[in-house]
């Protein structure tokens, strides 16, 4: 196996960050990440990959000061977790959840705890992977996303979602609006540049809300902050590639 690196503040300007690292047109969406995760740093947020320039990594922290709109006191929160290409089937997803793992037992954590979709979302973890990890659905939305939960401590009590995402939908009822934020390297760009275009060629109205501080987060419609495209108020899809032009109506269906 490749060796797991720990990026930080001593290291983080000369490391890269799994994704979008190679994108030019991602170039502002990527260095926007990366003072993202300086920032989360001051907060015990824990990035690790492997030492490749490969698509193999986990990023998690407290979940009081995760950037998600859930009640999980005393748990790490996950949040992206990838290990894709040749580095599949390899054993690096278990040796950094074990990681993790480790981590949260070491803080005198009750668990961990992660939002998914109850079925595979787009730029979310995979679901089906996590159950079989021991992982718990402990609460699921009608909107299809579900929060599972590993218990360390078996007496701890569940996770669950804040109300602001219960209903699915959010209070902007006309057109599309997208909720995201710099938790990723390639939102700032296609939201901002791909999505406008694509949104003014097929005459939408266009309301984007940029989640750029972590009260924001918690308060968020919707349990997945990385993106989220609502229509006419419904939830929609977490896939970032329906900002092409290419993409949109195989996506979104008017």
């Not at 992660?114 to 979302?121: P, R, Y």
């Not at 990723?184 to 275009?197: D, G, I, N, Q, W």
């Amino acid at each position: 196996m490749e060796k797991i690196i720990k990026l930080d503040k001593s290291n983080i300007e000369n490391e890269h960050i799994c994704c979008a690292f190679s994108d030019k047109k991602c170039k502002e969406s990527y260095d926007l990440k990366k003072e993202w995760l300086k920032r989360e740093f001051e907060n015990g947020y824990v990035f690790r990959r492997i030492d490749a320039r490969a698509k193999v990594f986990i990023e998690y922290g407290p979940a009081e000061k995760g950037w998600a709109p859930i009640e999980a006191a005393n748990y790490l929160l996950i949040n992206c977790f990838w290990v894709s290409g040749q580095y599949k089937g390899q054993g690096y997803a278990k040796e950094l959840l074990r990681l993790a793992l480790e981590d949260a037992k070491s803080q005198g954590k009750d668990g961990l705890v992660t939002v998914v979709g109850t079925t595979k979302f787009h730029f979310m973890s995979d679901t089906k992977w996590l159950l079989k990890q021991g992982f718990e659905p402990c609460e699921k939305l009608s909107s299809g996303f579900s929060l599972l939960v590993k218990k360390i401590n078996p007496k701890a009590n569940n996770p669950r979602f804040k109300d602001s995402v219960k209903s699915g939908e959010c209070d902007d009822k006309n057109g599309l609006v997208i909720y995201y934020s710099n938790r990723c390297p390639f939102s700032e760009y296609h939201v901002t540049a791909s999505l406008k275009e694509t949104a003014e060629k097929r005459k939408l109205p266009l309301k984007v809300i940029k989640l750029d501080t972590m009260e924001k987060a918690q308060s968020s419609p919707t349990p997945a902050t990385i993106f989220s495209l609502f229509y006419n108020g419904k939830f929609v899809t977490t896939d970032l590639s329906v900002c092409m032009d290419s993409r949109f109506d195989k996506i979104v269906k008017l």
